[in-house]
């Protein structure tokens, strides 16, 4: 994001650059940020012991509706230890969305853990659960009490579905899925903080739930995490590694290698501010969604991803895919378009299969998910977009509608 503001900066050859610049998801502070932090600096709380931690972990628990939550400092960190807490070791593999920010897939890397790479579905842009279930059926077998896959040999422990842009996995065949395959199920809620599945929380029903707080998701922490679960003696083991694995702290006695994942205070208290105003800005979110969709209509070869019908999506970003024939040019020179006029609009993420560092690992049947790679564009969706700011948006595609040859 630095460079490409660097870049957008730089750019003062035309009268363009003078046009102010729309980001794409940057945080609003809206609430008591300043007071809470401020209390942390008049009362030298400022690390990681402190009542804003607890306060933000109960507080992150109960909006989710999740019996036990354990802040940490990154979505990146919460989703090790929610694996390592699910019992996922070293050699074991971990079935993911190849279609995803990278981090989920690191973390299971970070367990000596290998990903297995499930195609994606174009509705929800999440995990596709009948591929997912070809995979189990055909390509594993079940030895020595474990679930095997066929082709590495290794055990397949869990399943890492990621709820993407705010709208939650069809959760009941997944579980229903991991529960007839005996696969712990870590859910990855970085993007999807207050969405919904048939009126459950995201995070309320799951085994092991992680979000994140980074700076461009819906509420943040400058940067944080919470790993959320029902089973006490999950969060237990979670806060415990995440804690530097203590089991003597006054003699320094440690039984295990532990992590020093714990959330400062400073930030706990800007993410509780934060958590109080998150149902305002999911409802302002939807409203940017309505606004982008009641305007990007008619609009030949550009389909908008809306909720399904048993979804409640928080909406963090507004998503269209473009498709080039009907439209006239690439998602990709539509953002080019899109960036020069000052608009920031990003193209989704390269699926994880075809990235170098796992490039020879197992990815099964994908082919949807590179389809909406190629498709795929994010649109300015920040709390605070003025309707200006969003006709801004929609004039800026309309005007590269069939405009511009593919390269
Ligand atoms: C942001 C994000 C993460 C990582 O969160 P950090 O807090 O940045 O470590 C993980 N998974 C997904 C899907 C994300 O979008």
Same mark, same amino acid.
């Given at each position: ?11 003062? &050859? ?22 809470? *932090?401020? $209390? ?5 709380? +400022? ?5 804003? +931690? ?15 939550? +354990? ?16 019992? *996922? ?15 989920? *897939? ?17 509705? &929800? ?33 869990? +399943?890492?579905?990621?709820h993407?842009?705010g709208h939650p ?23 999807s903080?207050g969405g919904r599945y048939k009126n459950l929380m995201i ?17 943040? &922490? ?8 029902? @089973? ?18 006054? $003699? ?30 999911i409802?302002?979110k939807r ?20 909720e399904a019908a048993w979804a409640f999506s928080t909406y ?22 899109? @960036? ?42 920040? *709390? ?24």
């Amino acid at each position: 994001m630095a460079s490409f503001l660097t870049m957008m900066t730089q750019n003062t &050859t035309t009268d363009k650059s003078e046009l102010p610049f729309i980001p794409l998801a940057v945080p609003h502070l809206g609430g008591n940020e300043w007071k809470y *932090v401020k $209390e942390c600096l008049d009362t030298s709380w +400022v690390s990681s012991a402190g009542l804003y +931690v607890d306060r933000f972990e109960a507080k992150v628990a109960d909006y989710t509706k999740a019996g036990y939550g +354990v802040a940490v400092v990154s979505g990146t960190a919460a989703l090790h230890i929610a694996l390592m807490t699910a019992g *996922v070791r070293q050699d074991d593999e971990v079935l993911v969305p190849t279609l995803t920010f990278i981090a989920p *897939v690191n973390a299971v890397s970070y367990c000596g853990a290998h990903p297995v790479f499930i195609d994606s579905e174009s509705q &929800t842009l999440n995990m596709d659960i009948s591929n997912l279930t070809d995979f189990l059926e055909n390509e594993c077998h079940v030895r020595g009490g474990e679930l095997v896959n066929k082709s590495t040999g290794r055990t397949v422990r869990a +399943v890492l579905p990621v709820h993407l842009f705010g709208h939650p996995t069809d959760m009941d065949i997944l579980y229903q899925t991991a529960q007839r395959y005996g696969l712990r199920v870590v859910e990855d809620a970085s993007q999807s903080i207050g969405g919904r599945y048939k009126n459950l929380m995201i995070g309320e029903r799951g085994d092991i739930t992680c979000f994140s707080f980074n700076g461009n998701k819906i509420v943040t &922490t400058g940067g944080g995490g919470v790993i959320v679960t029902n @089973n006490e003696a999950a969060s237990t083991r979670a806060r415990y590694l995440t804690t530097q694995a203590k089991d003597d702290p006054f $003699e320094y006695i440690d039984h295990s290698i532990g992590f020093n994942y714990r959330l400062p205070n400073i930030n706990a208290a800007l993410g509780l501010a934060q958590m109080e105003q998150l149902d305002g800005f999911i409802k302002r979110k939807r409203a940017i969604w309505e606004k982008y969709a009641a305007k990007l209509t008619d609009i030949p070869g550009l389909r908008i991803i809306n909720e399904a019908a048993w979804a409640f999506s928080t909406y963090w970003t507004t998503n269209v895919l473009i498709d080039e024939k009907g439209f006239g040019t690439t998602a990709r020179i539509l953002a080019l378009a899109l @960036n020069e006029q000052r608009i920031q609009a990003r193209l989704f993420w390269q699926p994880i299969h075809l990235q170098k560092p796992y490039k020879n690992s197992q990815a099964y049947k994908v082919q949807i998910a590179e389809n909406l790679y190629k498709c795929g564009l994010s649109l300015p969706s920040s *709390v605070g977009i003025t309707d200006e700011e969003i006709d801004r948006v929609v004039s800026a595609v309309r005007n590269k509608q069939g405009n511009g040859k593919c390269v």
